[in-house]
């Protein structure tokens, strides 16, 4: 499974880069308000560190300024695809979008539904969003794992990206659901790391080595 970090925040960025672990970013809207700057101007940003894709959001409700919108974001960077979130006109400019061959993820998806009708209008990838139908006392992690069977069901080569994602358990249910890629916030990431028998165990071993040393 391919690991994107869903932040705007550059540092967060730069430090799970240096991991060496992040395939990819996705942005929104109210990420990018958190940092007080523009989509297009932290995209920029993101790709001069980052070698993957990145997810930058159009904002433009009707079919006609998606696609300009999103031809003005692709046009930023090589590795930008742009993010609209599902709806009518998002399918529209879906198609017309991927047949210039810019990448569209289509995000705030909320049923296996949606994720086919955006798989069909030639969206690169599906964003799911887990936390928030777990919010209103759904089973986000269900609707994740059929979203993976309907899209790898009929061979689309739409990838699911699981998104809205709250801990390191919604992490481990994308990977057993087979997603293609989950977009991880930066503390979740941290939460990944650590278990507190590897503590345990680091401490024991610097311990026995000091002893054997005397
Ligand atoms: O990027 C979209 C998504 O990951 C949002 O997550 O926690 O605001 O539901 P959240």
Redesign the pocket.
Known sequence: MKIFI?TANLDMIREINSWGVLDGV???P??IAKEGTTTPARVREIAAIVDGPI?AEAMSMDAESMIREGRELAAIHPSINV?LPMCVDALKATKVLSSEGIDVNM??IFSPNQALLAAKAGARYV?P?V??LD?IGSYGCDMLAQTVDVVRDYGFETEVIA????GPVHVMEAAAAGCHIA?I?YDVLKQMVSHPKTDEGIKKFIADYEKSKR
């Open positions: 869903d996705t942005t929104n109210s990420l997810s993010k995000t705030l964003s969003f936390g928030r919010d998104a809205s994602i709250r977009t916030p």
